[in-house]
């Protein structure tokens, strides 16, 4: 599958918004029977379009979570440079998010920690100890204002 049309981009529209819409929901949003919905999706998936489905979770576990964003610049761009920064990001599990980034920075995180306290631990513990740091620069988010795909 190299080409999407129509329903294919409005399948990939509506699983964006609701990754839990039935097959049923989804075949009539579309205008197709279910199991032609169900076949353009699965193949949506094998192709790689669709690579899986997720939940956005509000972090139960802490009641008003710090999050930082925070800008990572490399010492080097090489590619051992950045499979070792990126192999040693994926082990800490505060960071829920990273982009290899254009521009003045070479990633961005989402860095999920309890209160700065925590955040000036995993700063000092885990990100200034990662290979091939050089510089970090971080900001504390105010409040959220879209989450996911869906608007909310």
Do not use: W
């Amino acid at each position: 599958m190299t080409t999407l049309d129509a329903i294919d981009r409005k399948i990939i529209q509506l699983l964006r918004a609701d990754g839990r819409i039935s097959n049923a929901d989804l075949a009539e949003a579309v205008g197709l029977s279910p199991s032609a919905c169900l076949r353009r999706r699965q193949l949506l998936e094998h192709a790689g379009i669709i690579r899986g489905y997720t939940a956005l979770i509000d972090e139960p576990d802490v009641a008003n979570p710090t999050i930082a964003i925070v800008q990572i610049t490399l010492e080097r761009q090489t590619e051992e440079y950045l499979a070792r920064f990126e192999a040693a990001v994926r082990k800490c599990p505060e960071v829920d998010q990273c982009y290899l980034m254009t521009g003045m920075s070479d990633y961005l995180l989402r860095v999920v920690a309890r209160d700065t306290a925590d955040y000036e631990r995993i700063h000092k513990e885990q990100l200034s100890r990662m290979p091939g740091v050089s510089r970090i620069q971080s900001a504390f988010t105010l409040r959220s204002v879209i989450r996911g795909n869906s608007g909310t």
